[in-house]
């Protein structure tokens, strides 16, 4: 994992070819990564959807199998990260040796952070003009909270970049420049490096002896040998726990330093077997129950990924925690509720698949064959029934209307929103009721484009899309109650229900509660039950101009039911009435999505870019020096934001480049607020 271009799938490449896995080194450049397979990642040279593929590598005669995903670092993939990490049991964070910390940098750190997942950081592009490997080291410090820990120092820097200084063997890597890398020969350290060596070797047994105390006792009394092999061992200890970052260093692109990657890989990162057993909840019961990470134990997998296939049809990736998956055999989806029957089982190398009979615990392979299973459901034992955390995926900030160009393509286009939907968690799409409009969302512009592409180049669907709209959000911003009676003949039937609800706002990102205070002797929970989905339901059209409500709490405080009157039906209309009815009363805002901008210029295109970014009515949060290059960060509404990239190689002739990621919802301006409520309703008329 690791931002944008700091060389994740080049990295992934070279591993896969010093483990044998390919033959011929394929460059993202040249549209010819392995794991870059979709056409769209081809032509822009970028990771778009994370790629699944495995291998094998030998330690001291040793060999160990190796799950790898090869993650995007653009932002607007970042679900891809995230449903990655939910199965992960390890991460090499990627950084580049001259930008360092980057804004997705943290993004996905703070992801890594959620899941506790175990990682090692590897500082690339260590031949490149301006990397300085120390200076990444602090950052790492300063910007993600880190304990980072050297095990390596490089060898020269920029061009001069020779090799990599071990330092718990305390030897010396230079790699053949004529075989790219792929040979190199152990030497003494130079005698200019010797004090660097000291120094950082100090501070890496300073931090190893504080996980065993062995190990400590040896170093105070310094008459023993400490061997590699314990400090090794403890820092495997610092790791497993989270509590150091071990990094080390080289040059993918010139395959520098990938082969003591993989070596720490096996030494430091947790295997299958060693990670805390799985936990869910039994279905009904809320009662925990754990599994240990082996096969003999029933059955518990998760899919984290769907994904289509033009031959095969829908592809469940799954990772198995517990038992075996089995080809042809039965299994129950505890969240659906539903059985399913295994098809075919696949291992899979990036878009090539390899069919096997079983998935064992600690493996991730793709299913063929299932109905039912979409993105986070848990697959387990119909006997030991459990469901797993499901993962949180964030919502869309940017959408467009489509349309298809002809009747014909009208169902093409249903179907195919319908497989993107379902493939991407952070992808929606729906038909606005008011106009009939077919509003596809996502995270970003770029987001979006690859969606349009796909639908036009693989479901060869012809539409038209309007230009990118921002995905406003409606709350409330004071607590009201509010008293609904629903009373009404539907069909010959009489319908009744009666609730009162409180509403009141939550702060931003805490989301939607519902919350009931009535026992289940004053109103059955069926009806309870109703009332929640009737709110729920409403969340999707606000009342000021119909975008979605957020950040609200509902707390049912009373409700009644009529013998052979109330219905289930009635207490779902009169639990959506409470939201709109309340929601009016209670001082409805629009919010608008809120993005972290970091602009990276040379020093002589300041001003311009500041005065641009104020232009925009941005918020300008500091500005600092970075390699040579000065690096804007500021807050700027994503209204604002359209078009920017040619705006801002217009002012800096071309050298200014961006980053931008979402960042929080904040009330709109009230002139703004009034003219898209007054577009909303001329609309609706």
């Not at 001069?160 to 020969?185: H, R």
């Not at 150091?244 to 993918?252: A, K, N, P, R």
């Not at 989806?333 to 600690?362: P, Y």
Request: charged content about 25%.
């Amino acid at each position: 994992m690791a931002h944008i271009d700091a060389g994740k799938t080049t990295t992934t490449e070279r591993i896969l070819y010093f483990t044998g896995r390919i033959h011929k080194i394929g460059e993202v450049d040249d549209g010819a990564a392995t794991m870059d397979w979709m056409e769209q990642e081809q032509e822009r040279g970028i990771t778009i959807t994370s790629a699944a593929t495995t291998c094998s590598w030998k330690v001291d005669n040793e060999e160990y199998n190796f799950n790898i995903i090869d993650t995007p670092g653009h932002v607007d993939f970042t679900v891809e990260v995230e449903r990655s990490l939910r199965v992960l049991d390890g991460v090499i964070a990627v950084f580049c040796g001259v930008a360092g910390v980057q804004p997705q940098s943290e993004t996905v750190w703070r992801q890594a952070d959620r899941y506790k997942v175990p990682r090692i950081a590897f500082v690339n592009k260590m031949d490149r003009i301006g990397s300085d490997y120390f200076h990444v080291l602090e950052m790492m410090e300063e910007r993600l909270g880190t304990n980072p820990v050297a095990l390596q120092i490089p060898i020269g820097k920029e061009a001069g970049f020779q090799g990599v200084i071990n330092l718990i063997t305390q030897e010396a890597i230079y790699y053949d420049d004529e075989s790219l890398g792929a040979k190199f020969e152990i030497r003494d350290i130079p005698e200019e490096y010797q004090e660097q060596v000291t120094e950082y070797r100090d501070k890496l047994l300073e931090v190893a002896s504080e996980f065993d105390d062995q190990l400590l006792e040896k170093i105070l009394e310094e008459e023993e040998k400490v061997e590699p092999s314990e400090i090794e061992n403890a820092l495997r200890k610092g790791t497993l726990q989270n509590q150091i970052t071990l990094v080390l260093c080289g040059s993918s692109f010139k395959n520098k330093g990938v082969q003591e990657l993989l070596d720490a890989v096996v030494k430091y990162l947790p295997s299958p077997e060693e990670l805390p057993p799985v936990k869910g909840l039994q279905p009904g019961t809320e009662k925990e129950i754990s599994l240990k990470p082996f096969k003999e134990e029933p059955l518990c997998a998760i899919a984290f990924k769907i994904a289509s296939d033009p031959f095969a049809g829908q592809l469940s990736f799954v990772r198995v925690y517990s038992g075996v998956l089995e080809a042809g055999k039965a299994v129950y989806n505890s969240v659906k509720q539903k059985g399913e029957r295994v098809g075919t089982l696949m291992k899979m190398h990036s878009n090539k698949r390899e069919e096997v009979k079983t998935i064992n615990a600690g493996d991730i392979g793709a299913v063929i064959g299932f109905n039912f299973t979409t993105t986070g459901d848990t697959l387990c034992s119909k006997k030991t029934q459990l469901i797993l955390e499901k993962t949180e995926f964030p919502e869309p900030v940017i959408n467009v209307a489509i349309e298809p160009k002809t009747k014909a393509d009208q169902d093409k286009l249903d179907q195919a929103l319908k497989r993107l939907a379902k493939e991407d968690p952070s992808f929606h799409a729906k038909v606005e009721e008011e106009t009939g409009q077919i509003l596809i969302s996502g995270m970003g512009e770029l987001h979006l484009e690859v969606i349009v592409e796909r639908l036009k180049q693989e479901f060869r669907v012809a539409c038209n899309v309007g230009k990118p709209r921002v995905a406003y959000r409606e709350t409330i911003t004071e607590a009201t109650a509010v008293i609904v009676e629903y009373d009404h003949n539907l069909g010959g039937k009489d319908q009744y229900a009666y609730c009162e609800i409180e509403l009141s706002p939550l702060k931003p990102g805490q989301g939607v509660v519902f919350e009931n205070k009535v026992s289940s002797h004053s109103l059955a929970s069926v009806y309870v039950a109703a009332i929640e989905q009737g709110f729920r339901d409403a969340l999707d059209s606000g009342v000021l101009a119909g975008y979605s409500l957020i950040d609200i709490k509902a707390c049912l405080l009373n409700g009644n039911a009529r013998d052979n009157e109330s219905t289930e039906m009635a207490f779902r209309i009169a639990g959506a009435k409470a939201l709109k009815d309340g929601a009016r009363q209670a001082k409805p805002v629009i919010l608008e999505p809120v993005m972290e901008v970091e602009v990276t210029v040379p020093v002589e295109y300041m001003g311009e870019v500041i005065n641009d970014l104020n232009s925009r009515k941005g918020r300008v949060r500091g500005m600092r020096e970075q390699s040579g290059v000065q690096v804007v960060d500021a807050q700027v509404s994503l209204a604002a934001m359209f078009g920017y990239s040619t705006d801002l190689r217009s002012v800096t002739q071309g050298r200014g480049v961006y980053t931008m990621q979402f960042s929080h919802y904040e009330p709109i301006a009230e002139n703004l607020s009034n003219e898209i409520v007054g577009i909303s309703q001329s609309t609706i008329v």
